[in-house]
Nanobody
Framework: QVQLVESGGGVVQAGGSLRLSCKAS????????MGWFRQAPGKERQFVAA????????DYVDSVKGRFTISRDNAENTLSLRMNSLQPEDTAVYYC????????????????WGQGTQVTVSS
């Protein structure tokens, strides 16, 4: 049984930073890439960032480039998202995802999803 469990969400003031973590379990070797999606109130689900299995190829949505950093520790089965210079527009539920492909393709449909963690940025 595959499980992705996010943590690290919370409330932060605009300009602050937050680090999200995702602990994965039950993933097979056929799953390589991992990433993050988010869904803000009244908006559709949005791709945020992704990286390949080796962690040397990443992709970010334009709105977070230069502010967010995605990384992974395969030995610990952990995915992370460091979010700096947070803005109220970043307020959303953030979801950890896992793919069954090794490359980074932002339009790909994730195979597995976490339960989500709330990030609220106050102005």
């Amino acid at each position: 049984q595959v499980q992705l469990v996010e943590s690290g969400g919370g409330v932060v003031q605009a300009g602050g930073s937050l680090r999200l973590s995702c602990k994965a379990s039950g993933l097979t070797r056929s799953t390589y890439s991992m990433g993050w999606f988010r869904q803000a109130p009244g908006k559709e689900r949005q791709f945020v960032a992704a990286l390949n299995w080796s962690g040397d190829d990443t992709d970010y949505v334009d709105s977070v480039k230069g502010r967010f950093t995605i990384s992974r520790d395969n030995a610990e089965n952990t995915l992370s998202l460091r979010m700096n210079s947070l803005q109220p527009e970043d307020t959303a539920v953030y979801y950890c995802v896992a793919y069954r492909i090794s490359r980074v393709i932002r339009t790909a449909t994730p195979r597995y999803w976490g339960q989500g963690t709330q990030v609220t940025v106050s102005s």
